[in-house]
């Protein structure tokens, strides 16, 4: 866990509310300047009250539904925002009573005593596109939850249906079907324009990744943002939920954690690139059937690891901003095999006749073609 370090003189913890957020300004010793309620966060009442202390001040606030006011207005404001991250934070302190006067307070302490864990301020010039992508992936995933019977042939279906009341529910799950067709083509067709606007090369480079098509790539796109604030590739893994916490004490591992700490969206995206991948890649469609027949028929556990092999291509291709490399990903996929165990079952069909022979362990990409994959990892990193 990171944590911020305060270097102001004076430090601001902040309850928010939707109509309303409790105040506690405290100066390095922890006394208190400020502490007092703002009602319909006024944040022109806030200033004044803040005044005498702005000369050196940080503010800060939970990671909650609704914080994106604030830290613009402070943005504009001239004063240091900091996001603490909502969970993080309820893990670390607690107590008997909680109000929104106390946990101001406590969030203050935090501040000036170095300990509060950020959370990554998306920049607010980014937002719309991210909020209009999620407003889709919305959108697709109401559309799922109808009625999977979907047809040309109408009248076919409905005259299938001999209780006239049935008849209607199922006229008003096509019309809704419809209806979200219509708006997802909309925002697709929208968000595809902006992109190549603002990201043409980013999202040009994504597309080069098995499994990754036009609505993986914005979704991988926008959820990132700026991948140069993940400082290794390890931090960029854990963000997209694709690798654990372990709980260790004298020595032995009790057990895993941290399974929700991350960005949901790019764990669900990277899942379904690696089933996407699997199912079409010539490449690396044999390679995660031996892995699968390694680890038991686990199908979920291979394709998780195919899922990190991919999020790492995509964390050192944005870095470096270079192209995908199979060969690449199919040396780091090899060495996932155990060494010395008995070899998988024989493949079957077309995943036989497209299996590529064995990459050298010391396999390289040629000296013109930059790093894409990175060094490869065992599948618990």
Request: net charge positive.
């Amino acid at each position: 866990m990171k944590y911020y370090t305060s270097t102001t003189e004076f430090n601001c913890g902040i309850d928010l509310h939707a109509r309303q957020m409790y105040v506690c300004v405290m100066d390095r010793q922890g006394q208190k300047r400020v502490h007092t309620n703002v009602r319909d966060n006024d944040f022109n009442f806030f200033l004044k009250l803040v005044e005498p202390y702005r000369h050196s001040l940080t503010v800060c606030c939970e990671c909650m539904f609704g914080w994106y006011w604030l830290a613009d207005a402070c943005q504009n404001a001239g004063l240091t925002f900091v996001l603490a991250h909502a969970l993080y934070v309820k893990a670390i302190h607690g107590g008997k009573n909680k109000n929104d006067r106390v946990d101001s307070e406590k969030l203050t302490h935090l501040l000036r005593s170095n300990l509060i864990p950020p959370a990554y301020v998306y920049p607010a010039d980014k937002r719309p596109l991210r909020t209009l992508l999620r407003q889709r992936l919305f959108y697709v995933w109401r559309r799922s939850q109808t009625r999977r019977t979907r047809d040309l042939w109408e009248e076919a279906l409905l005259n299938a249906e001999d209780h006239p009341l049935r008849q209607i529910a199922l006229k008003n799950d096509l019309t809704m079907i419809k209806h979200f067709d219509t708006q997802i083509f909309q925002l697709e067709e929208e968000l595809q324009r902006q992109t190549k606007k603002v990201a043409c090369r980013e999202y040009s480079l994504l597309q080069t990744v098995p499994g990754i098509g036009e609505n993986l790539g914005l979704t991988i796109l926008y959820e990132i943002g700026d991948i140069s604030r993940f400082p290794t590739v390890k931090d960029f893994l854990s963000y997209c939920r694709l690798v654990k916490g372990t709980v260790a004490s004298a020595g032995k591992i009790k057990g895993l954690r941290g399974a929700k700490l991350g960005n949901p969206y790019l764990r669900w995206a990277f899942g379904e690139a690696a089933v996407i991948a699997k199912r079409d890649h010539y490449l690396v469609g044999p390679l995660s059937q031996r892995l699968e027949a390694q680890m038991g028929g686990n199908k979920f556990k291979a394709n998780t690891v195919l899922a990190i092999k991919l999020a790492r291509a995509v964390y050192f291709m944005l870095k470096n901003k270079t192209v995908f490399d199979p060969e690449r990903l199919v040396a780091s996929m090899q060495k996932c095999f155990s060494p010395g165990r008995r070899p998988p079952g024989s493949l079957t069909g077309r995943a036989k006749k497209a299996m590529p022979p064995p990459v050298p362990e010391a396999a390289s990409c040629a000296p013109s073609t930059a790093l894409c994959v990175g060094q490869a990892s065992s599948p618990a990193h």
